[in-house]
């Protein structure tokens, strides 16, 4: 695979409302549109969305959001011109090539030594999924299972007919919202906390928050569950800095009688803070303090027993990689979002659909929150290669997916003409 030319555009997709987590929001996300020809004519286009507050909060304090968007999608930049004319036998070579070098060029233009390698890998997923596309071109692969490494094969040789539509619960998300999200059928909410202020002014929002979402969705039941209840997933995003804020918040949760319902509290310390989580009673997961597939090992010994997998945050290639190392060291995989528009949402899912069930669900667990974040949403479905697939818009809470979704790969052969017509010819 010798990288002839590439090209790269960036599209903007403004949020309905400020997307908050992290103690800090931002207002739009930037999209990435990658396309690489090789030497003998062929040519693949790659989607990415860029997330600086996720993958690295303290460049997104240090810089305005246009400013940490431009750091991002420069790292992207310097990797196109890093891997044209240069030759690989697979996305996951290139990835491996470039990587390094992408990193060491990040902390540069950030300023920033401790630079976190998320906030390289996202930038890195456009070129990664038109390499994916690239390479099937050349091997004439029309399926998602064909792209599938062999060593990852056993991992993700399910087939759910559900995979959980879990939206984000963000902090300025309004009640009446929330009931709306509930009435469609959700079973599943991703419930941000770590709300902004000192240590003990978070935990004591989070509680609070936490209280009124457990007063509303208390009475609602679910088939999709194997309890009935509504079931909540806690995710931190690193707020926490002390074991004991977390003690605090799920003691609380058994006092409100929510603790039963707690399916995963998602990466509850900043990475820096070595906590072993093994007796919180809690399903504790990895997120974005995961990079390497040491990071994974590392997080399973201090107890940790849940791995998110984010094809579109991280790179489809590393993807792969995590689900076999994560299943391996016996934690539950999981696929979540980065703010994604459907065309990423379709590349998530088809390694959601391909993991276990999740413990507590009959099927599959994914966040995707845009219809939650993006006013545009309707559009973007519209927009879609095969806007009328079923498996685009959640029924009773869940992605349903059938033989024709398989057949298809969710429709991520399919050129992107909104995002592809953009590039110049």
């Known amino acids: 695979m010798r990288i002839a030319e590439t090209q790269l555009e960036i599209q903007r997709e403004p949020f309905a409302r400020p997307f908050a987590f992290k103690g800090s929001a931002f207002h739009e996300k930037w999209n990435t549109i990658v396309r690489l020809r090789d030497d003998r004519g062929n040519e693949a286009v790659g989607i990415g969305g860029l997330a600086v507050l996720w993958s690295d909060a303290d460049v997104f304090r240090a810089h305005t959001e246009v400013g940490g968007n431009l750091l991002q999608a420069s790292i992207l930049e310097f990797a196109l011109q890093h891997v044209k004319d240069r030759e690989y036998p697979d996305p996951p070579s290139m990835l491996g090539d470039v990587l390094p070098h992408a990193f060491a060029y990040g902390r540069t233009i950030t300023g920033n030594e401790q630079l976190r390698l998320t906030f390289v890998l996202v930038a890195l997923v456009a070129l990664d999924n038109a390499a994916w596309l690239l390479f099937a071109k050349q091997n ?106 977390m003690t605090a918040l799920l003691d609380h949760a058994d006092r409100i009688g929510a603790l039963d319902r707690v399916i995963l509290v998602e990466e509850p310390f900043d990475e820096s803070v070595e906590v072993d989580v093994s007796d919180l009673p809690a399903r504790f997961a990895a997120d974005e303090s995961v990079h390497t597939i040491d990071d994974v090992h590392r997080r399973s010994e201090m107890g940790y027993g849940a791995l998110a997998i984010k094809p579109a945050g991280k790179t489809m290639s590393l993807a792969f990689e995590m689900v076999r190392a994560g299943i391996e060291m016996g934690m539950e995989c999981f696929v979540a979002d980065n703010g994604c528009v459907p065309v990423l949402v379709e590349w998530n899912k088809n390694i959601a659909a391909r993991l276990p069930a999740f413990p507590g669900l009959k099927g599959g667990l994914m966040e995707s929150n845009g219809p939650e974040n993006y006013a545009t949403w309707d559009r973007m479905l519209s927009e879609y290669p095969i806007a009328d697939a079923d498996w685009l818009r959640p029924k009773d809470g869940a992605f349903r997916l059938g033989e024709e979704y398989y057949a298809k790969s969710g429709g991520i052969f399919e050129m992107p003409a909104p995002y592809s017509d953009l590039l110049r010819s």
């Open 140 to 245: 004439h692969i029309d399926t998602f299972d064909g792209l599938i490494p062999p060593w990852a094969e056993e991992h993700l040789s399910h087939r759910q007919k559900t995979v959980a539509t879990v939206p984000a619960v963000g902090y300025t998300l309004p009640m009446d919202e929330l009931v709306q999200i509930l009435q469609a059928g959700a079973y599943v909410l991703k419930i941000k906390i770590g709300q902004p202020g000192d240590p003990v002014e978070m935990v004591a929002k989070d509680k609070a928050w936490l209280s009124q979402i457990h007063d509303l969705t208390k009475s609602h039941t679910s088939s999709m569950t194997d309890s009935g209840h509504i079931l909540y997933y806690l995710d931190a995003n690193g707020r926490y800095n002390k074991k004991d804020g």
